[in-house]
T-cell receptor, first 112, second 117 residues
Framework: LAKTTQPISMDSYEGQEVNITCSHNNIATNDYITWYQQFPSQGPRFIIQGYKTKVTNEVASLFIPADRKSSTLSLPRVSLSDTAVYYCLVGDPLSGTYKYIFGTGTRLKVLA | SAVISQKPSRDICQRGTSLTIQCQVDSQVTMMFWYRQQPGQSLTLIATANQGSEATYESGFVIDKFPISRPNLTFSTLTVSNMSPEDSSIYLC??????????????FGPGTRLTVT
């Protein structure tokens, strides 16, 4: 299973764009990259998933370089309500043995 | 999407006792999982709850300590047996809705906060 490495914490200010990078050097050919968000006292929530290049939805963008050994979650114009822990996961969702291995996550604090 | 409820939402228990946590989903799902999240820590997968067969446990978790039932496609229980203070944690149930199986997008319940004294 591909291990992921993320910064432990980040601070940002309201209105700024936040980029959180995840390293996954031993990602396998069939692995996808998935990001979850967790607010205090809640379960994690799916944000975005991608395989290569760029994926964008109404919440975030995910940038994946050609070698796929890292990925960057981009949150445009963050607000105080984006304060949360963000987890990067790597795995093959079509595999019958897909396991969710949550790493340490990145604790994002948005300041006024 | 899927709406998941857990009972109880929190409990304070004495060491040596057992607590059963319920997870109810508003639709039938094939994949259902149980996690533990200790204070300030990340999530750890305990087991996959299989309908009609024994749960599949991750390394470090055993059936005697964490027995799991999955009687149908919308319900599961996790029991924390013979509790000790080290079992104090948040226990989360999650599911993968049928329409999300190609992405393995998981939906999590609100969690059960357990404190063992």
């Amino acid at each position: 299973l591909a291990k992921t490495t993320q910064p432990i914490s980040m601070d940002s200010y309201e209105g700024q764009e936040v980029n959180i990078t995840c390293s996954h050097n031993n990602i396998a050919t069939n692995d996808y990259i998935t990001w979850y968000q967790q607010f205090p006292s809640q379960g994690p929530r799916f944000i975005i998933q991608g395989y290569k290049t760029k994926v964008t939805n109404e919440v975030a963008s995910l940038f994946i370089p050609a070698d796929r050994k890292s990925s960057t979650l981009s949150l445009p114009r963050v607000s105080l309500s984006d304060t949360a822990v963000y987890y990067c996961l790597v795995g093959d969702p079509l595999s019958g043995t897909y396991k969710y291995i949550f790493g340490t996550g990145t604790r994002l604090k948005v300041l006024a | 999407s899927a709406v998941i409820s857990q009972k109880p939402s929190r409990d304070i228990c004495q060491r040596g006792t057992s607590l059963t946590i319920q997870c109810q989903v508003d639709s039938q799902v094939t994949m259902m999982f149980w996690y533990r999240q200790q204070p300030g820590q990340s999530l750890t997968l305990i087991a996959t709850a299989n309908q009609g067969s024994e749960a599949t446990y991750e390394s470090g978790f055993v059936i005697d300590k964490f027995p799991i039932s999955r009687p149908n496609l919308t319900f599961s229980t996790l029991t924390v047996s013979n509790m000790s203070p080290e079992d104090s944690s948040i226990y989360l149930c999650s599911v993968v809705p049928v329409q999300r199986e190609n992405t393995h997008e998981q939906y999590f319940g609100p969690g059960t906060r357990l404190t063992v004294t």
